[in-house]
C-alpha cells in the first residue's frame, strides 16, 4: 500500500508537477512580485544603504541607488552640532519635500510577505514529508562534481535549448538554483526583513549580531533581492528557451 | 525540583490559555484598530495580533554607549508655530509659540480619558519624577535610522501617577500641530517608553520635538510623536480621525 503510494507520488513526479507544488509556485510567484514591487517604492524613499546599527542622511553610505527623485536630493538645513569636542555628530532638518508612498507599500509587503512564509512554509512542510525535496531539489553529492557542473553549464550554452518534458527529474545546476531559492534567499528576505522590526528586535536582539545591526540586514536585504531578481531572469528565459507552451502548461495543468 | 516543575507547568496553561483568548474572541473590535474593509489595514491588524501572540511582552530593545551616538536628522514637523508647515494648527500653533516664548514656564501636559484623577503637569513636575536615561536606536519608516541618548520619565510613572483605570487599553497622545498617535497598554506601560525632555545630554532640541516628546522605542519613529499636548487613556480604540495615521493611509501598530 505505501509502496504503491510511493510509487504514485513517484510517477506524479516525474510526468510533471504535483497540485501542491503548483499551487504553491503560483502563490509564492504572486507573493514574490508583490514584495518586489512594493520593496522597490520602499526603497526610493531612502535610496541610500549603509552598513552597520545606523544611517542616515547625515551619515556616509555605503553606496547610493539612482532611483526616483530623493536621490542625492541635498534638502538640508545648515547641520548642528549636538556636543562640543571630538564627536561631532549634528542634526539638521530637512527642507525638501520627498518622494514617499510607504503608507500602502508598508503595508502591501506585509501583507505579500505573510502569503508567502505561510505558503512557503506549507510548501516546505509537503515537501519534506512526501519527499519531493529531498528527491527532486537537494543535489545528490555525485552531481556536484566540478566535470557534472561544467557539463551542465555547456548544455545550458548550447543553442538551441534541448526540450524540456516539464518538471523533474532536474539538472545539477537547476537543482542548486532551486535549492538556493527555497533554502537560502527566501530564508534570508524573511530574517534580515525582520531584523529591521523594532519589536522584533527587541525580542530577539541576536539578530542585530548575526547581521552587523539593521542598516547592514537592510543592504543585505537589498542585495538578496538582486539575486533573487537574476534567479526571476534566468528562471523565465530558461522556460522561454526550453519550451513556453509545454513549461507553462506543466505548471498550470499539472501534465 | 518537583514544585519547580509544577509551576512551570501551570504558568504553561496560564500562558496557552491567554494566547487562546487572543487568537479568539478574546478582544471585542473596539479593542482592535478597525479595518475599514481594506486589505492591507487586515494585513496590518494580522501584523499586529501574530507579534502580539508569537513575541515575549515588553522585551527592553538594545541600549547603546555614549560613542554609538549619531547624527540625528529632524524630519516632518520642526515647529509647530509655523504657518508652512502641513500640520499647522491655527490654534495650538500661536499658543505653542507664546509658551515657548515663556520658555515653556506655562507649558501644561494634561493627562485625561480612563484615569482616576485627571491632572496636568509642568516640565518641572515632570522632571521631579524618577528619570530614565536610554541611548536607542530611532528606526524611521522611510528606512534610515539614528542613535540617540534620551532623558525623561517613563509614561508609565506619568500614567500612575494619574491612576490608570483597569478597563483602560489604549493611550493616546496628541501634539501641538495637526498630529497625533496611540499605543496600546503593552506598549504604554514598556519600561522604555518613555516621555523625553532631553536629547544628548541638553533639553530637547526645538526640531526634535521641545519641550516633550513621546519615545516609543519598540515600534517606528512616528510613534514618537514630537510637541506633546495631552494624552488621554481610552477603554476603546480611537482612530483619532484626520490627525490619525490610520484614516491618512498608515498602519497603526509598526513594530515591524
Not at chain 1, 13 to 32: F, K, P, Q, Y
Not at chain 2, 130 to 140: E, F, L, N, V, Y
Request: hydrophobic share 45%; glycine share 10%.
Amino acid at each position: 500500500m505505501a509502496a504503491a503510494m510511493l510509487g504514485e507520488v513517484q510517477h506524479r513526479s516525474v510526468a510533471g508537477h504535483a497540485r501542491w507544488v503548483r499551487m504553491s509556485h503560483w502563490i509564492l510567484a504572486a507573493s514574490v512580485f508583490t514584495l518586489a514591487v512594493s520593496g522597490v517604492v520602499i526603497l526610493m524613499a531612502h535610496p541610500r544603504l549603509y552598513w552597520g546599527a545606523v544611517g542616515n542622511d547625515l551619515t556616509p553610505a555605503l553606496f547610493e541607488l539612482p532611483i526616483g527623485r530623493n536621490y542625492k536630493h541635498g534638502g538640508w538645513t545648515v547641520p548642528v552640532t549636538f556636543f562640543t569636542g571630538p564627536n561631532q555628530v549634528v542634526s539638521a532638518a530637512r527642507t525638501y519635500d520627498i518622494f514617499n508612498e510607504n503608507s500602502w507599500a508598508r503595508s502591501l509587503h506585509f501583507l505579500a510577505a505573510w502569503f508567502m512564509v505561510v505558503t512557503a512554509l506549507i510548501y516546505l512542510g509537503a515537501g519534506l514529508i512526501g519527499g519531493h525535496l529531498r528527491r527532486n531539489l537537494v543535489p545528490r553529492f555525485h552531481e556536484l562534481s566540478p566535470r557534472l557542473l561544467w557539463q551542465d553549464v555547456v548544455t545550458h550554452l548550447r543553442l538551441p535549448m534541448p526540450r524540456a518534458t516539464g518538471g523533474p527529474p532536474y539538472g545539477p545546476l537547476q537543482k542548486l538554483a532551486y535549492f538556493g531559492v527555497v533554502f537560502l534567499a527566501l530564508p534570508l528576505m524573511v530574517v534580515t526583513g525582520l531584523t529591521m522590526a523594532p519589536a522584533v528586535t527587541a525580542a530577539y536582539p541576536v539578530l542585530l549580531d548575526v547581521f552587523g545591526g539593521s542598516q547592514s540586514a537592510r543592504t543585505i536585504h537589498f542585495f538578496a533581492f538582486a539575486g533573487l531578481v537574476l534567479f526571476l531572469v534566468v528562471h523565465v528565459a530558461m522556460v522561454v528557451m526550453t519550451g513556453f507552451k509545454r513549461q507553462m502548461r506543466v505548471m498550470i495543468l499539472g501534465d | 525540583m518537583n514544585k519547580d516543575r509544577l509551576i512551570s507547568r501551570r504558568k504553561l496553561v496560564t500562558g496557552f490559555a491567554s494566547t487562546g483568548g487572543l487568537l479568539l474572541a478574546g478582544c471585542s473590535s473596539k479593542e482592535l484598530p478597525p479595518t475599514y474593509g481594506n486589505v492591507l489595514r487586515m494585513g496590518d491588524l494580522l501584523t499586529y495580533r501574530a507579534f502580539r501572540m508569537l513575541l515575549p511582552a515588553q522585551s527592553l530593545t538594545r541600549e547603546y554607549a555614549h560613542g554609538d551616538i549619531s547624527s540625528s536628522p529632524a524630519v516632518g514637523n520642526t515647529n509647530p508655530a509655523d504657518s508652512q508647515q502641513p500640520t499647522f494648527n491655527a490654534d495650538r500653533g500661536p499658543l505653542y509659540d507664546r509658551l515657548r516664548t515663556g520658555d515653556f514656564a506655562d507649558w501644561r501636559l494634561r493627562v485625561e480619558g480612563r484615569v482616576a484623577r485627571p491632572a496636568s503637569f509642568s516640565l518641572a513636575d515632570l522632571k521631579r519624577m524618577p528619570a530614565r536615561t536610554q541611548i536607542t536606536k530611532h528606526t524611521c519608516e522611510e528606512g534610515w535610522s539614528a542613535i540617540a541618548e534620551w532623558t525623561g520619565v517613563p509614561l508609565r510613572t506619568v500614567l500612575e501617577a494619574a491612576g490608570i483605570l483597569p478597563s483602560a487599553r489604549f493611550v493616546n497622545y496628541y501634539a501641538y500641530d495637526d498630529i497625533a498617535e496611540g499605543i496600546d497598554m503593552l506598549d504604554a506601560l514598556h519600561p522604555q517608553t518613555i516621555l523625553a525632555y532631553g536629547m544628548n545630554g541638553r533639553d530637547l532640541p526645538l526640531a526634535h520635538g521641545a519641550p516633550l516628546r513621546m519615545r516609543v522605542e519598540t515600534q517606528l519613529g512616528y510613534k514618537s510623536v514630537k510637541f506633546i499636548e495631552r494624552i488621554v487613556v481610552t477603554d476603546e480604540f480611537d482612530d483619532l480621525g484626520k490627525i490619525g495615521s490610520l484614516q491618512n493611509g498608515w498602519a497603526w501598530y509598526v513594530g515591524i
